[in-house]
């Protein structure tokens, strides 16, 4: 008995003893980061047709790979010569981040590229257009403004997103991400008479091409879950 | 690193966004009503008039057409009733009262909506003095390549 005990501790002295003669193994941070899009708020406060937030979400699985997502909110009008509209409504996007740069031991900067799927729920009110004609022989006021907004509820439209961007801890855990969108929609729900030519989250559709450049600048805070 | 920078690349050049914020002269738009005059003896013959005042009667502009057999007269959107006056150089007019539907359509964002018709009837005023009888070709006004009403006279 008393011998399998002097053996067990002199086991641990041993490990103990070899553990100590080599480099410590560096692990690195795995967290989960949860931050806003600062554009938003300061173009809600800036221009008056428009108010949006988002709130994003990322979340590091392997070495290079991080899962991510947005959600928010866009109310948007706008006034034209030909037509007064307002789209408002909420939109989701997950995709995955793909971080290209090799930090130095301890940072956890990014230098990312990744997608996203994004789908939205929205609706479009038009408020008044103008009909397009080429005769002025009457001298009519050609723009009609509705007393009862058309209301087309219940819309959703689907796109994804090809991302490049930036992510820079500027203060122990608290990050700032810029990122560039190139948005490509597959389909938005047909509008009777009318058309999605805005859509929260995605921005402002083209009828010539369905593709489409966002851009976000975000604040984001870190919490460290494990390291690994 | 290499490859971040092929990716910004790309990003860069590609052609996003093309401007669709522009109406051109070649897009749709509200189409006029279209009439052909037509020989009232050879009804398959068309046939001119040297001169016509066309005017609304409650309204001040005037359409002066030379030497046509073609009418072609823009349909007043805010309204559904035109009283148009076709007066010829003798002196001799002739009224037609217009009843029609108005439906607006979405264009595009740039052009935004135009207006189609629907004509419910087109009556002569009584007192017909060179119009003979006109003819409705096609009620539906959506298109004005080809004429939608023929007069007779």
């Not at chain 1, 030909?82 to 995955?96: C, M, N, P, R």
């Not at chain 2, 040297?50 to 007043?76: C, G, H, W």
Request: contains cysteine; proline residues 3%; aromatic residues 12%.
């Amino acid at each position: 008995m008393l011998k399998s005990i002097t053996s067990c501790f002199l086991f641990i002295v041993v490990c103990f003893g070899y553990a100590q003669d080599s480099i410590p193994k560096y692990t690195e941070r795995y967290s989960i980061r949860f931050g806003i899009d600062m554009s938003k708020p300061i173009r809600s406060m800036i221009e008056n047709d428009y108010k949006g937030l988002e709130l994003t979400a990322d979340y590091r699985i392997t070495k290079k790979l991080y899962l991510a997502a947005e959600v928010g909110m866009e109310d948007k009008s706008v006034v034209s010569e030909t037509l007064d509209f307002q789209t408002s409504g909420e939109y989701i996007k997950l995709g995955v981040d793909f971080n290209l740069f090799n930090n130095w031991e301890g940072m956890e900067n990014m230098l990312l590229t990744g997608f996203r799927f994004g789908t939205s729920t929205h609706s479009q009110q038009l408020n008044g257009y103008a009909v397009r004609q080429l005769d002025h022989l009457w001298a009519e006021d050609l723009y009609k403004s509705l007393d009862q907004p058309q209301l087309f509820d219940d819309l959703s439209a689907t796109w994804i997103e090809i991302i490049a961007g930036v992510k820079t801890e500027l203060l122990n855990n608290l990050y700032m991400g810029i990122s560039v969108r190139m948005n490509y929609l597959m389909n938005d729900k047909e509008v009777t008479n009318f058309s999605n030519l805005y859509i929260p989250g995605y921005h402002r559709v083209s009828e010539a091409s369905p593709w489409c450049v966002g851009l976000n600048y975000t604040m984001m805070y870190q919490f460290p879950l494990y390291r690994k | 690193m290499y490859k971040f920078r092929y990716l910004l690349l790309i990003l860069l050049l590609h052609p996003s966004c093309e401007p669709d914020d522009v109406c051109n002269i070649e897009n749709p738009s509200t189409p006029q009503l279209v009439f052909r005059l037509y020989d009232a003896n050879q009804p398959s013959q068309l046939k001119s008039v040297d001169t016509l005042r066309v005017k609304d009667t409650e309204n001040e502009s005037v359409l002066q057409l030379i030497n046509t057999d073609s009418i072609a007269i823009p349909f007043q959107i805010n309204t559904n009733k035109m009283n148009l006056d076709f007066t010829t150089p003798a002196g001799m007019s002739d009224e037609l009262l217009i009843d029609y539907q108005t439906q607006d359509m979405y264009l595009s964002r740039a052009c935004g909506f135009q207006s189609t018709f629907y004509i419910n009837e087109i009556e002569i005023d009584s007192n017909q003095s060179w119009i003979n009888t006109i003819e409705i070709v096609t009620n539906e006004v959506i298109v004005d390549t080809l004429a939608h009403v023929k007069i007779y006279h």
